[in-house]
Structure formats: C-alpha cells, structure tokens
C-alpha cells in the first residue's frame, strides 16, 4: 500500500472503509498522508481507516471553492445594474479577470475593452465594478488573500485570512466557512506538495473523452483512446528499429 493516498483512490473503491480494511491495521498505519478534496465524509473517515495519517485537502479544490463562490457573487451583483451600464459589460463579458490573482493584472497600461468601449486599465475597470457593493469588495479582497496565500505557500497569512473573516451575507461565507471548519486539514495543504491535480487532469480529460465520442460500445476502443489522448502507448522495439 502506498504511503500517500488520493481521493481518486477512495472514489473507485466505494464502500472505501471495506475494502480498505482488507489491509492489515499494521500496513494502514504506515500511510503518512492523504490527499483529498473537502468532502467531510471523507475528512471523518480517514482518521478510522489510517490513525496515523494527515488529512491534506487538494490545493486546487481550496481555490476553485472561492473562485466559485466569487463567481455567484459577481453574478449578484451584476444582475442589479442596467444591462446597458458599463459595470454591468464588463462583468459579464470579461469575468476571468476577478478571478485572476491581482498582481497578474496591469494597472498602468491601457487597453481598449470592448465590453466598455473605451480605452482603461483592467484594475480600473475591476475597481469600478467592487465600488457597486461594498460586500462584492470584500469577498473579492477574501479571495484574492486565499488565491496569494495558496500561490507562496503561506500557511500563517491563509490561517489569518480564514480567523479573521467576517460574515458578509454571501455566497462568500459558505466556502470560508467550510474551510475554517477544516483549517488543519487546509493547512496542510500548504505544508505538503502532495496534490489531486493529476489525477483530476486525467479524470476530466477521461470525461470530455466520453462526452465527445457519444459512447463506446467496445470497452478496449474506449482503454485505447484514452491512451491515445495521453500518449500512453509505448512503441516496440521492432518499430523504432524500423
């Protein structure tokens, strides 16, 4: 048994406390982490299955939370402006910029938008929209405080962000919440490099896959296709001799 564990691994081997108990106690005690994304049955079950193991929830499902709980705010917000108002465009045709970290942004050059019609800077612009509601900043500062923290590593400005967040009566205050609630298990994901990414790069290339090619009736052609999509074949030696 491996001594680092996904999330993955538990998904495509439910009911997980069964089969994992067909391990020995000695082997599952020798397990030193597990990887996962912020499900609490699993944050709950882990402890039972591995006594010594910590729990280290997937860095990119901690940002993709206030990304998408961003996300309901802006469309909130959005939706109590004129559709014809500047804020209201720019909110809806360029809205990866609010999700973007906020020194990747160019506060000096101007570019033409054509969501506004005119010449501005993108912070400008984001500035704009945030002075609309005062909650909308708020959850936007929260956002961009995790997403930095996440970026350098930084365990004690990700655990002041999460102490020191007041309710703002939005979709914010779930994922802050939730991630409060789990802080040791989020933390450790800035104390250890281990991450899902792979394997959920893997699963939703699996997923396009599936939903592109309306179904395979042979299960070998559909294996195959996804070793061709991830370049898994391996060429024999009479060929590269060829």
């Known amino acids: 048994m491996p001594r680092n564990w996904s999330n993955s691994t538990f998904s495509h081997f439910l009911p997980a406390p069964k089969y994992f108990k067909r391990f020995p106690l000695t082997v599952r005690r020798q397990v030193k982490t597990v990887s996962l994304d912020l499900n609490a049955g699993y944050v709950h079950l882990v402890p039972r299955l591995f006594p010594n193991a910590k729990v280290v929830v997937d860095?990119?499902?901690?940002?993709?939370?206030?990304?998408?709980?961003?996300?309901?705010?802006?469309?909130?917000v959005m939706k109590t402006v004129p559709k014809t108002s500047t804020e209201y465009r720019f909110m809806k045709r360029e809205w990866k910029v609010f999700l973007k970290r906020f020194e990747e942004l160019d506060a000096v050059?101007?570019?033409?938008?054509?969501?506004?019609?005119?010449?501005?800077?993108?912070?400008?612009?984001?500035?704009?929209?945030?002075?609309?509601?005062?909650?909308?900043?708020?959850?936007?500062?929260?956002?961009?405080?995790?997403?930095?923290?996440?970026?350098?590593?930084?365990?004690?400005?990700?655990e002041e962000t999460l102490m020191t967040?007041?309710?703002?009566?939005?979709?914010?205050?779930?994922?802050?919440?939730?991630?409060?609630?789990?802080?040791?298990?989020?933390?450790?994901?800035?104390?250890?490099?281990?991450s899902n990414g792979f394997l959920e790069g893997i699963n939703s290339q699996i997923k396009k896959i599936k939903n592109t090619a309306y179904g395979?009736?042979?299960?070998?052609?559909?294996?195959?296709?996804?070793?061709?999509?991830?370049?898994w074949f391996k060429l024999s030696k009479r060929k590269l001799a060829a």
């Open 165 to 194: 967040y007041k309710a703002l009566g939005n979709r914010m205050d779930q994922s802050m919440k939730s991630l409060r609630k789990y802080r040791y298990q989020v933390l450790n994901a800035l104390r250890y490099d281990y």
């Open 59 to 76: 860095r990119f499902h901690i940002v993709q939370m206030v990304s998408t709980a961003l996300n309901m705010v802006r469309v909130h």
């Open 216 to 231: 395979y009736q042979n299960w070998s052609n559909f294996i195959n296709r996804i070793f061709l999509e991830r370049v």
């Open 109 to 158: 050059n101007t570019v033409y938008h054509a969501s506004v019609g005119y010449f501005d800077t993108v912070v400008n612009l984001i500035s704009k929209c945030l002075d609309l509601d005062p909650a909308f900043r708020a959850a936007y500062e929260a956002y961009q405080s995790v997403l930095t923290a996440v970026k350098k590593r930084d365990v004690m400005a990700l």
